[in-house]
């Protein structure tokens, strides 16, 4: 929800999205999936949802270490 806020994001956008990772995580059948392949869902998602939302929470679930990895991200954005 942060890293959509104040973007042209719907909350029916938001919930589709939400909606969309849970039925990947059941569609798997494992007992427990890793934190980083949910992550990782939503990340895809988000991407395809929309950009600044996508970099935003790529920031902080990445840990971004110094500006220069943040741009490298940012050129694959822009490179796709």
Do not use: W
Not at 27 to 49: A, F, Q, T, Y
């Amino acid at each position: 929800m942060r890293a959509c806020h104040k973007r042209p994001i719907s909350v029916n956008q938001i919930n589709k999205l939400i909606d969309e990772v849970e039925t990947e995580i059941f569609n798997r059948e494992e007992k427990e999936i890793p934190s980083e392949v949910i992550g990782e869902l939503v990340m895809n998602k988000l991407k395809d949802l929309e950009e600044v939302a996508y970099i935003r929470f790529a920031s902080v679930y990445r840990e971004f270490k110094d500006i220069n990895t943040f741009m490298d991200e940012l050129k694959n954005v822009l490179n796709k």
